[in-house]
């Protein structure tokens, strides 16, 4: 009997469709069998309609579907306003909570419904503007990408309501109100510290019964405010990516000349460094990445991992002041930088007695191996000893020193691996894109971190500043892990690219949005980004899925070990 591998009507096959949709031990099964077996077929996926025709009932290609926007959410907001992004139940895939959940009581139940049947949400805002939203109970679709969204001079002053009410009598038309909840936005948000936020994004509130205040169910939600970019804004010359559009492979340095790891055997510069960006531009590189985060004073620092390990504690960069993070870089110094030291007339490093306290290096060496990251990573990043120690460096000496002409790979999150780009019009591969480093709630449990982190508009917006300031003609891209960033970015300036980076569901994580390709596809296009950052394996082991994500207008990168395999990286 011949066994051949089956495709659907648009030339997919069963493990096309479990690697889009993040199923990945169905993925690996099937690769196995299509291994074993042989596709001959030669067939290419046909032709897609366009995304703006394309609804989630529209299934005569066999290709699942996100709804899609009429327009981008960024294109048709106006800048100059703030906005309140309101979702209905969670987004955080280790909460089980319903969206709505009604309590069982005469004192709202009509006839001999079923719970919840025949009964709707209205959702509407005070202190603020915007027609609200009536829906149906139970809520049965995914609205994960279509929030409700209300515009506000004072956003953070917003009151949320919502209210239920019975059966709709003539349809369009509410029934009888039956009960009201109401949140207060800026009490959820900033209940932990000025200038901060909590990482907890669903909120749940009780919903009390119209006249007898009895509580009859309740409401989980999360929210997202956004506030304008209040600065001078001058409009870059130079908005392109950095990938290169004319089919050439773009060298690009990881946190300079490379990230610091024990799997190299030659002497490696500090990364984040000056001297090791420096020496990356030297070597050929026409971009640079790196991660940004922000110092409790909302200075911009070149940092990569999530914990200041130097510390010899669990603390997190936004809990240091500019002097203290970099008094820790500081220790491991000889007595000045090697270009202050090489103005003085002293060749770094030529003499045979150390220039800096060996004693302080070994401390910061040994409290550092107790920390989360201490236990977690084989090496730190700038270490004397493992590296050539450089003082730790910001984000405006990089922009005020490196050459307009190096491209900024702007990076929010972290990621060891080095990223490959491939635009629409090429399927050569380019490295990462930059992002300021910024933790999600599901990486603070995993890390045992504190819940808490700079208010997220103050930490876009302090980073954006310094962009439009200091950017001049320079390439910069942006790009993230947090899907919170990307909308931030997205409808804060329109500027800059802005990329989603995920793992494409190998491993689970605290998001739905970062679950697959699927969700990674529609958050970009409803957000108007410019492309998404997959693990590299999605691609390797379905093809079409590259093809599929380029024929939606989107720039498709991806980061791994398979990327280091030439077999992989055609």
Request: hydrophobic share 35%.
């Amino acid at each position: 009997m011949d066994v051949a591998v089956v495709h659907d009507t648009s030339a997919w096959t069963a493990k096309d469709h479990a690697a889009f949709q993040g199923h990945w031990t169905q993925m690996k099964i099937e690769a196995e069998t299509e291994a074993s077996i042989g596709d001959a077929s030669g067939l290419e996926p046909e032709p897609l309609a366009s995304h703006s025709n394309l609804t989630e009932q529209d299934t005569s290609q066999g290709i699942p579907v996100e709804p899609w926007w009429p327009l981008p959410v960024s294109k048709i907001v106006d800048r100059s306003k703030g906005y309140i992004l309101v979702n209905l139940g969670s987004s955080n895939t280790r909460c089980h909570k319903t969206a709505v959940d009604l309590i069982t009581s005469p004192t709202f139940k009509h006839d001999d419904s079923q719970e919840e049947t025949g009964f709707t949400l209205e959702v509407a805002i005070i202190g603020g503007s915007g027609s609200g939203q009536l829906l149906h109970l139970p809520i049965s679709e995914d609205l994960i990408n279509q929030p409700i969204i209300f515009s506000s001079n004072n956003p953070r002053e917003a009151k949320v309501i919502f209210r239920i009410f019975g059966v709709q009598e003539d349809q369009g038309h509410r029934g009888n109100h039956i009960g009201t909840g109401i949140a207060f936005l800026r009490t959820l948000q900033e209940r932990l510290a000025p200038q901060h936020e909590t990482l907890v994004r669903d909120h749940t509130v009780p919903i009390l019964a119209k006249g007898t205040l009895a509580m009859i169910g309740s409401i989980t939600f999360s929210f997202l405010i956004v506030t304008p970019l209040a600065a001078p804004i001058v409009s870059p010359l130079a908005t392109c990516g950095f990938w290169n559009h004319h089919g050439r492979t773009t060298i690009v340095g990881h946190r300079g000349s490379g990230a610091n790891t024990t799997k190299h055997t030659n002497l490696q510069i500090g990364e984040n460094t000056i001297q090791s960006f420096r020496s990356a531009v030297a070597s050929g590189a026409s971009c640079v990445e790196f991660d940004v985060q922000l110092t409790k004073d909302l200075v911009p620092v070149i940092f990569h991992d999530f914990l200041v390990m130097e510390t010899g504690g669990n603390i997190p960069m936004h809990t240091l002041t500019y002097d203290q993070y970099m008094h820790l870089s500081k220790l491991q110094s000889p007595n000045g930088s090697s270009s202050e030291r090489a103005k003085g007339g002293l060749k770094p490093r030529s003499h045979s007695e150390p220039l800096y306290d060996e004693n302080a290096v070994s401390e910061i060496r040994r409290r550092m191996q107790y920390t989360e990251e201490g236990i977690r990573s084989e090496i730190k990043g700038n270490l004397r000893g493992f590296s050539i120690h450089e003082p730790s460096t910001t984000l405006e000496e990089l922009l005020t020193q490196l050459p307009e002409t190096v491209a900024f790979n702007l990076e929010m999150s972290k990621l060891d691996a080095c990223m490959y780009f491939a635009t629409k019009e090429s399927q050569n591969t380019d490295p990462t894109p930059p992002f300021p480093e910024y933790p999600m709630l599901w990486e603070a449990e995993d890390r045992n971190m504190d819940f808490f982190a700079i208010e997220l508009n103050l930490f876009v917006d302090t980073i954006l500043k310094m962009i439009y300031r200091l950017g001049r003609k320079r390439s910069i891209t942006f790009s993230s892990f947090s899907p919170e960033i990307c909308i931030l970015l997205s409808m804060k300036q329109q500027d800059y690219p802005i990329l989603f980076i995920s793992k494409a569901g190998s491993v689970p994580m605290g998001d739905v949005r970062a679950g697959s390709l699927q969700q990674a596809i529609g958050f970009a296009k409803v957000w108007g980004l410019a492309g998404i950052v997959m693990l590299s394996d999605v691609f390797v082991h379905c093809p079409r899925l590259l093809r599929y994500t380029k024929s939606l207008g989107l720039v498709c990168g991806s980061y791994g070990d398979l990327n280091d395999d030439p077999r992989c990286a055609k």
